[in-house]
């Protein structure tokens, strides 16, 4: 089974502050993805990485937001500025072929 | 642009009955059609997928989907549920091979009842 980690599973920053999470993809996978859930529905796509390579991002994410993969075992997304608006649930997935395996998501809640 | 459109928000069903959840997409040609699960307070788990071949798919937990592609449409379907089956079922495709972000839709929430 596909085991794709996210930590830490809740983040909880004031308004104003730096938050950062991290994926650890599935092995052997060379595409990660970020979503942002609200609400338990609708996921947004925030950014693509293909070997370590963002290739795709919305513009929110270049505004606000900072995206790497260090390495092929470890991707971050960080938010330079918390605002309330990004109190979500934040998934990471990875892929080796078009299916997408997804982690447990990192909880951020923005006070 | 590429769409889904997942009409029903929220499902009840008794336990023990048949499940049947509704999925359409916009897009011309044949995307890649997948369904996820999501359970409280955890990640989304993939129950099928359909990239070509048999129209009809067989995924975990005795879910099925079938792909019309005459209607673009992919609904998925359990012939008797249980109440673990409670929990938000997103559609989802991609219209490209090789990695690419999935399209999804907002979700129908289940709900069994005993």
């Known amino acids: 089974d596909a085991a794709v980690t996210q930590k830490p599973r809740y983040l909880i920053k004031m308004k104003g502050q730096e938050a950062e999470m991290k994926c650890i993809p599935e092995?052997?996978?060379?595409?990660v993805f970020w979503y942002q859930q609200k609400q338990s529905k609708e996921l947004k796509f925030l950014i693509y990485f293909q070997n370590q390579q963002p290739l795709d991002q919305i513009d929110m994410v270049k505004e606000r937001f900072s995206a790497v993969c260090p390495s092929s075992s470890l991707c971050s997304l960080g938010i330079r500025t918390c605002e309330a608006e990004d109190s979500a649930l934040y998934l990471c997935s990875s892929s080796q072929l078009v299916e997408q395996y997804f982690g447990p998501g990192t909880r951020l809640t923005v006070l | 642009a590429q769409s889904v459109t997942q009409p029903d928000a929220r499902v009840t069903v008794s336990e023990g009955a048949s499940l049947q959840l509704r999925c359409k997409y916009s897009?011309?040609?044949?995307?890649?059609l997948f369904w996820y699960v999501q359970y409280p307070r955890q990640g989304l788990q993939l129950l099928l997928k359909?990239?070509?071949?048999?129209?009809v798919v067989q995924g975990v937990n005795g879910f099925e989907a079938e792909f019309i592609k005459s209607n673009s449409s992919f609904h998925l379907r359990k012939a008797s549920v249980h109440w673990s089956d409670s929990a938000v079922y997103f559609c989802?495709?991609?219209?490209?091979?090789?990695?690419?972000?999935?399209?999804f839709g907002t979700g129908t929430t289940v709900s069994v009842s005993p």
């Open positions: 359909y990239y070509s071949g048999d129209p």
């Open positions: 989802a495709v991609s219209v490209y091979q090789g990695g690419r972000a999935l399209i």
């Open positions: 897009y011309s040609g044949t995307p890649y």
């Open positions: 092995k052997g996978h060379t595409a």
